[in-house]
């Protein structure tokens, strides 16, 4: 499986605010998601990062509240901007793996907002 | 089993018995499903799949379960020990892309010495 590594790990931050997530894996893949995982709940989906091209987002999600980018097939970046409490989450970045089918997770992001 | 609210529902388990976590999916097209393990603080670890075409799975004293008609999954843990204290995690493919899947709500696996 390939090697997703998350920046920053977690971090706390006024509302208001806006908070770049990096996420770098250690090969080329093709598909790339970015997860939330509310405090004791389970992950939903917020985009597919697709590369050269704009972010597809799932239902109420939207690109002006998460801006992504995915420069390249192993660098993605979620933002979560003009934070407020209600963000407070984990943020997961997740890959493909090479047999196109198992979905694997970086250590995630967690995310205070005050 | 399903969570209500911000409470996932607890599974106590005594160190060396078999514990069954049980998942209900959304989907009846669903043609490819994983199990998860998160530990405190880690993300989510890929544990086993299976595909729509089969109905059991074994992996290293791991068994996963998949009942179609009803739309249930469920994940056997043999001989549970303490390193397997967890919140385990169904997932359904979404069907329309890979990658994409739709979680269950979670159950919590606590092991008792």
């Known amino acids: 499986s390939a090697v997703i590594s998350q920046k920053p790990s977690r971090d706390i931050c006024q509302r208001g605010t806006s908070l770049t997530i990096q996420c770098q894996v250690d090969?080329?893949?093709?598909?790339m998601f970015w997860y939330r995982q509310q405090p004791g709940q389970s992950l939903t989906l917020i985009a597919t990062a697709n590369q050269g091209s704009e972010a597809t987002y799932e239902s109420g999600f939207v690109i002006d509240k998460f801006p992504i980018s995915r420069p390249n097939l192993t660098f993605s970046t979620l933002t979560v901007s003009n934070m407020s409490p209600e963000d407070s989450s984990i943020y997961l970045c997740s890959v493909v793996g090479e047999d196109g089918e198992k979905l694997f997770f970086g250590s995630g992001t967690q995310l205070s907002v005050l | 089993g399903e969570s209500v609210g911000l409470h996932l529902p607890t599974l106590s388990v005594q160190e060396g018995d078999n514990s069954i976590i049980n998942c209900a999916y959304s989907?009846?097209?669903?043609?490819?499903f994983i199990w998860y393990k998160q530990e405190s603080g880690k993300g989510p670890q890929f544990i086993i799949d299976i595909r729509s075409n089969m109905d059991k799975r074994q992996g290293q004293r791991v068994t996963v379960l998949l009942n179609k008609t009803v739309k249930h999954l469920s994940l056997q843990i043999a001989a549970t020990q303490p390193g397997d204290s967890a919140v385990y995690f169904c997932a359904e493919n979404m069907g329309d892309s890979w990658g994409k899947f739709q979680f269950g709500a979670g159950t919590q696996v606590v092991v008792t010495p």
């Open positions: 090969s080329q893949v093709t598909m």
């Open positions: 989907n009846s097209a669903s043609d490819y």
